[in-house]
């Protein structure tokens, strides 16, 4: 379904009475957590039809597209001063993942402001980048000023579930609105980590591991609980996913990783062990969760399933197991796996994304590193490969050269590991400010 945007009311010629892009950053940020749209139970709708109408509002012509009922994305184009250039593509997510409020000092959708910081489920997963895109735009229009280049804003449905029915799905059916499209930014990077008072690493994300859900089934003897059963599909389930979930994958340096190890030995002004990476990584702090991830490949069991009544042996066991790896490493990963599994154990995927690397270098690299230094003297740049995944695959198929770019100026101890997917999330306001006067330099030249 497609439903072009409604008419503006505002006018684009500056006639209305903004405030600037950072004073409305919070209210935007505050309205968009406030729409529960955690995946899969609460679609996306209504923050969509939210987002469409800020941007029709400044004289935009948002596209509103369902890739299934409720399950709804927002793909608008601004134009820039030279029309000759391909436009830069910026992505962004609208879904979350679930909140037990019962776990949360705060209501994770109530968009509370506490301590400097706006809370809820969102606050840096990521309705932030969200909010910072909508006020650079909004105010770009309203005051008549044009970016670099012609901007398209594409604010979709269901990352947090692998986007087949967001990015996944507009790449497939509507491709035509990103064709022209050669860079794009989204989540995540761009954001500090405090090495001293008067230097922050600002960590642009240029590299992300793939994504290898899958699915483990072993099968056995059903039978009567009391009974000695010695092919028990548990059992084996069991062992299996013990040892993946002990297994260590050797430590493989991609480019990213070494480039970025470099950079932070010469930061910390320590000389870097080429027989003890882990130890660099171990000085930071909350953030070596994150960053110990990108040495190797990894496999985490998430979920068990067996059985349906205690007494009752089951025929069959299954587990969830989320699996990373690295870019140029997939063949690897599979063979390792096998053999860390055994021959009694079937894999099959759920859901496989591919990886992704690019070069830290040119001229949409130095636009981002010259706005983050305009606004932090003490920024140091550098490139970084992330963890996790994004939906810079899906948008990367159509030639894209894809960054994590959602700028944050953070305490330096604030926990932002923590933040994603975690109990208590939030973002501190001072860094929702920064991150729109960044993003509104960065389109100024990028």
Known sequence: MTTPG???????????????????????????????????????????????????E???????????????SVVARLAGSDSARAPLLIHGHLDVVPADAADWTVDPFAGEIRDGCLWGR???????????????????????????????????????????????????????????????????GGFS????????????????????????????????GSMVNDDNA????????ARLGRHRFPIQVTKTVRRFLDELSDALGVELD?????????????????????????????????????????QTATAQVDGRFLPGFDAAFDAELDEVLGPDVVREWIHHGIALETEFEGSLVDAMCAALRAEDAGARPVPYT????????????????????????????????????GVDERVPLDSLAFGTRVLDRFLDSA
């Not at 409604?6 to 903004?18: F, K, M, Q, S």
């Not at 400044?58 to 709804?72: A, D, K, N």
């Not at 029915?165 to 022209?180: I, K, R, T």
Request: hydrophobic share 40%; net charge negative.
């Open 274 to 314: 080429p027989d003890d990476l882990e130890a660099c990584v171990g000085k930071l702090g909350s953030m070596a969760r994150i960053i110990g991830a990108t040495l190797r490949n990894t496999a985490n069991p998430t979920m068990l399933d067996a059985g349906y009544q205690v007494n009752v042996i089951p």
């Open 234 to 241: 548990v059992t084996t389930l069991a062992e299996a996913v």
């Open 58 to 72: 400044v004289g935009l012509e948002p596209t509103v597209l369902e890739s299934e009922p409720g399950r709804t």
């Open 193 to 224: 980590l405090t090495v001293s008072d008067d230097v922050r690493l600002y960590l642009i994300q240029t590299a992300e591991k793939g994504m290898a859900w899958m699915r483990l089934t072993t099968r056995g003897r059903a039978g009567h």
């Open 122 to 188: 969102g606050a840096v997963d990521m309705k932030d980048m969200v909010a910072m895109t909508l006020a650079v735009v909004r105010d770009y229009r309203r005051s008549g000023r044009r970016p670099a280049r012609d901007v398209v804003l594409a604010l979709v449905a269901d990352e947090e579930a692998g986007g087949g029915l967001g990015a996944h799905w507009l790449v497939e059916h509507h491709p035509e609105l990103f064709a022209d499209c050669t860079e794009a930014i989204g989540e995540v």
């Open 6 to 56: 409604t008419a503006a009311t505002t006018p684009a010629n500056g006639t209305a009475t903004p405030g600037t892009a950072a004073d409305e950053v919070v209210d935007l940020c505050r309205d968009l957590i406030r729409f529960q749209t955690a995946n899969p139970t609460h679609p996306e709708r209504p923050a969509a039809e939210y987002v469409a109408g800020k941007l029709a």
């Open 386 to 421: 992330m963890s996790g995944g994004t939906d810079a695959k899906s948008f990367s198929t159509l030639g894209m050269r894809c960054f994590g770019f959602s700028p944050l100026r953070l305490p330096a101890d604030l926990d932002f590991a923590g933040m994603f997917h």
